[in-house]
């Protein structure tokens, strides 16, 4: 679904992904483990498409399509759903018809009709009990003044409603309480299905305990220096970064 | 020969004394309403119109306003369909119309209003009404009031009385006729006084049917002790047109004014706010939106004086300028020595959508009290890239998700107002002009 080849991507000209493949197939659970500024979050930032980031060489196809010449919102509507580590506030944006919109862009995107607002309420709040979220989050601002956990939740809400071919969680698991963790994994959980996929960036194993992962990379300096099953990410657990990156 | 802008404002301020002269004996106003149109004309004299530097106008050009002698214009006919177009749902039975500032009962209806009516003129013969409304012009700082009330014959006098409640909103509409050829200038006037721990919900709208008119108008709005107001004033005149408008506000003990305002702009509009917060735990809230393109421009102009402790205000204005139109807000909180425990928060916010708008701020504390909480602040800024990249990732194209966050903005302000009818209005027409 996902082919990564010899990735080479920066920040206003500095080098900080540098060289790194990747393939993703149906089904699968891929999770990118690494040390703080190893390059996790850049590359999740390429996929999406942020305009602050340059890829300086390198393909990255999804279905064999070139995302990188896509717009954000394009990309979106092909199938990535990227999950933020910091999901941006919103004021003023009502969250239940921001997803309303996001869902019918989908929708028209794919030849059907648009959903009406009652339909998808419907939709909605099935979504919403999924992930233990209260149905007062419909008539918040988006994101605005949500805690942490809230923000994380919502943002698998929106891939919930979605259902992206490719799901980019960044450090989804930070900043949540083992509750809330728990709420949030058990979510993505129920929407691992064998045609869609998934990439867990995360810091900790500690997410991997609920989402059982297929693979595991290890990134450091911007290059994938370890991949193995899910094994990998408790020897990483239990000795910490430095017998890899040491080496490297 | 050509002549200096001084000398041109000279003969225009002749002018207008000339003009006045004739007002007065063509009307011939008599007791209190003469004295007051008599002394308003001395403080014109004393005040002047504004040359270019002036300190209430540092951000506003009035060349076009200040220019008589007017053409006054006390009401033309004006057509049901266009009246009954601006009157809200849940109004329709509580609506005074004034067209060009003159009463129309024929047009009005306010069989579901708690209020009593007079003309000013005999509103005057009450000594709190006449020594209030001769200490305002004493104090009047502002040439275009000041010409209001020196030309005052056709004003409104709304009565709450003490206690009264209503559950409808009232509204008061302003239709300005308008000219098809050159300017002319209308002067409307509405005074509410309310009773003690009387409620009133106010809207106050203005609507022009065709451009070439100057609307220059005054409210003052008296609140008894424990009194209520909810304001809300939209500014929707004519995109040819030139608008000024006063409004001044004296609150009593424990009174309250909320006002939530929305101006869609025009040639010039500038609203002047003076609020009295008498005795001690009045409150005020005033917020403003103005969502502006092309040529279009709001000035916002206020003055906010704390004069007895435990009293409590907070401003919120926010701007969308677009194209080359230009927004200013001069906005002044005077806490006065004895005020203490005031809490007064101001904060302006605005969205520049072109490189060639222009936004002025001038948010100012004066504080002579050492026991009070203030705080004021201004933000000029452009569309925020990471919300805009984020609601892309959700696959909304970038036009989408620029009108949707330019709209959030003003709608932080629209949420603030009390009325759905307004709401739903301001959301299907000022935000309207958001999309390209």
Known sequence: ?????????????????????????????????????????????????????????????????????????????????????????????????????????????????????????ELLTEKMKILGMEQKYKDRSLNDGFSGGEKKKNEILQMAILEPKLGVLDETDSGLDIDALRVVANGVNKLRNENNALILITHYQRLLEYIQPDFVHVLSKGKIIKSGEKGLALELEAQGYDWLTATH | ???????????????????????????????????????????????????????????????????????????????????????????????????????????????????????????LSQPDIKSYLASTIANENDVFACINSAFLNHGLMIDVPEKAQSDSPLQILHVSTGSPAGKVTTLPRVLVRLGRMAELKLIVKYAGVQGNYFVNSVLDVLAGEDAGVQFTQIQQDDRNAWHCSKTRIALSRNSRFYASNASYGSKLTRHHYEAHLKETGAELRLNGVSVLTGAEQVHNFVRIHHEAPHCVSNQQFKNIVNDHS???????????????????????????????????????????????????????????????????????????????????????????????????????????????
């Open chain 2, 1 to 123: 020969m050509t002549t200096t802008a001084a000398e041109s404002t000279d003969q225009a301020e002749s002018a207008l004394l000339d003009q006045h002269k004739q007002f007065l004996s063509e009307t011939k106003p008599a007791g209190a309403l003469l004295s007051l149109n008599e002394a308003a004309i001395q403080r014109f004299e004393v005040l002047k119109f504004p040359y270019r530097k002036h300190e209430m106008y540092t951000f506003v050009n009035t060349k076009d306003i200040a220019a008589a002698p007017y053409v006054f214009s006390y009401g033309a006919s004006v057509s049901e369909d266009f009246v009954r177009k601006h009157v809200y749902a849940d109004c329709e039975k509580s609506v005074l119309i004034l067209v060009d500032g003159v009463y129309r009962e024929n047009l009005s209806d306010i069989s579901n209003a708690s209020i009593r009516l007079l003309p000013i003129a005999e509103a």
């Open chain 1, 1 to 121: 679904m996902l082919e990564i080849k010899d990735l080479r991507a920066g920040f206003e000209g500095t080098e900080i992904v540098k060289g790194i493949s990747l393939s993703v197939k149906k089904g699968e659970v891929h999770a990118i483990m690494g040390p703080n500024g190893s390059g996790k979050s850049t590359l999740a930032k390429i996929l999406a498409g942020h305009p602050s980031y340059e890829v300086m060489s390198g393909q990255v196809t999804l279905d064999g399509k070139n995302l990188l010449e896509m717009e954000p919102e394009k990309r979106a509507l092909e199938g990535v759903f990227m999950g933020f580590q910091y999901p941006v506030e919103i004021p003023g944006v009502n969250n239940a018809e921001f997803l309303r919109m996001a869902y019918n862009a989908k929708r028209i995107h794919e030849g059907q009709e648009e959903l009406d607002p009652l339909d998808f309420d």
């Open chain 2, 326 to 436: 230009r927004s200013s807000i001069d906005g002044t909180v005077i806490v006065n020595q004895g005020a203490q425990l005031t809490v007064s928060d101001q904060l302006i916010n605005n969205l520049m959508l072109s490189d060639n708008a222009h936004a002025d701020n001038k948010p100012n504390l004066m504080i002579f009290a050492d026991d009070v909480k203030c705080t004021h602040g201004a933000t000029i800024g452009q569309i925020n890239e990471d919300q805009l990249f984020y609601l892309k990732t959700r696959g909304l194209s970038t036009k989408v998700a620029k009108e949707l966050l330019t709209k959030s903005f003003a709608e932080s302000i629209i949420q603030t107002i009390a009325f759905p009818a307004v709401v739903e209005d301001l959301e299907n027409t000022l935000l309207k002009k958001l999309e390209a």
